[in-house]
């Protein structure tokens, strides 16, 4: 995610860094794959796929916008603009499944869609040909913003992206990311900069990529705490989304309806077991789930030096919990 959909946790970053003593790594020896910024992990419902984001800098180092950030790994293959040195070069993989329990190695999604900017923030329709994500740009912010692309059969590529319109696609201003396109044309998303905190929001379509003015979701999804990053099925029946606190701990929340033209219910706390760090933390975040019920995510383990992002998937216990949560492993 972009550094203002984490503006929620700068302000306890520091804290944890002075009193937990994690800093950059000072190495001369650059760590393997998954070492670096991992994050907006989304898994394809029928769980062929994992979108992330990676760049070559620590996590502590992108939370805290240190320019003087040093790479703690290498670029994966086919990384953009990878010359540049810049700490908020991310760029978007795929990874498929390779059927027996991991993940092949990743694939970068290409130059249509990965610049010298920070791209993030990936959604992927059900069949892999719609795609929806942010980009940040530090440097030229005209240039930031949220996108949609599609897949291009002829070329075998993405298609080139299009800004999302009106105050859907200006990031720089609104802040808003993490989108989710549903079947009905109906967009879901959050945002960190227009309330302070961070709120929940969706827009209705009207149309063929046209879409009324963004509205925020009802009450009993707003608090003062952040509510981030929701997850919203099909059917447009159940709504999942994290709450993190002062102390930067993450909840997930689930609120249900009968049908998509009811009322929203009032969120309920799924407990998710095992997710605090050493620290005693639970930073964590972009929950996704297959249809059979797995819980992917992002966590950043603040307990290791220059706080370790992984990709973890938890599975659905038979009281509707998530059991301790293990790191996707990638097989290649």
Not at 77 to 104: E, I, K, M, R
Not at 119 to 137: G, I, N, P, Y
Not at 233 to 255: H, S, V
Request: include cysteine.
């Amino acid at each position: 995610m972009g550094r203002k959909t984490i503006v929620g946790m700068l302000a306890v970053v520091a804290v944890l860094t002075l009193a937990t003593g994690c800093e950059s790594s000072t190495e001369d020896e650059l760590q393997s794959f998954p070492a670096g910024y991992i994050d907006s992990a989304y898994a394809v419902p029928d769980g062929s796929a994992l979108y992330f984001l990676h760049g070559v800098g620590s996590t502590i180092d992108m939370l805290q916008s240190n320019q003087d950030a040093r790479p703690v790994t290498a670029h994966l293959p086919g990384h953009q603009a990878a010359d540049g040195g810049y700490w908020w070069n991310t760029d978007l993989y795929v990874s498929q499944s390779t059927g027996t329990g991991g993940w092949g190695e990743p694939q970068n999604l290409g130059s249509a869609i990965n610049t010298e900017h920070m791209e993030c923030c990936a959604w992927v329709s059900d069949d892999q040909t719609v795609l929806v994500f942010t980009r940040e740009s530090v440097t030229e912010p005209s240039l930031s913003g949220s996108f949609l692309s599609r897949w291009d059969e002829e070329t075998d590529t993405w298609g080139t992206p299009e800004r999302l319109p009106g105050d859907l696609g200006d990031y720089e201003v609104t802040g808003f990311a993490d989108f989710q396109l549903l079947p009905s044309g109906n967009l879901y998303f959050w945002s960190a900069t227009l309330l302070g905190n961070g709120a929940l929001y969706w827009a209705e379509s009207t149309g063929p990529n046209e879409w009324a003015a963004s509205t925020l979701l009802p009450d009993q999804f707003q608090t003062d705490l952040d509510e981030t990053q929701p997850w919203v099925n099909d059917e447009e029946t159940i709504l999942c989304f994290n709450r993190r606190g002062e102390d930067a701990n993450t909840q997930l929340l689930c609120a249900t309806r009968g049908s998509a033209d009811e009322e929203w219910g009032i969120p309920d706390v799924i407990p998710v077991e095992g997710m605090a760090d050493a620290n005693g933390l639970s930073v964590w975040g972009e929950p996704s789930f297959s249809s059979e019920g797995s819980l992917y995510m992002i966590r950043f383990d603040t307990s290791v030096e220059g706080w370790q992002a992984e990709i973890l998937v938890s599975e659905r216990q038979e009281d509707g919990s998530f059991g301790i949560p293990r790191p996707v492993e990638f097989d290649y």
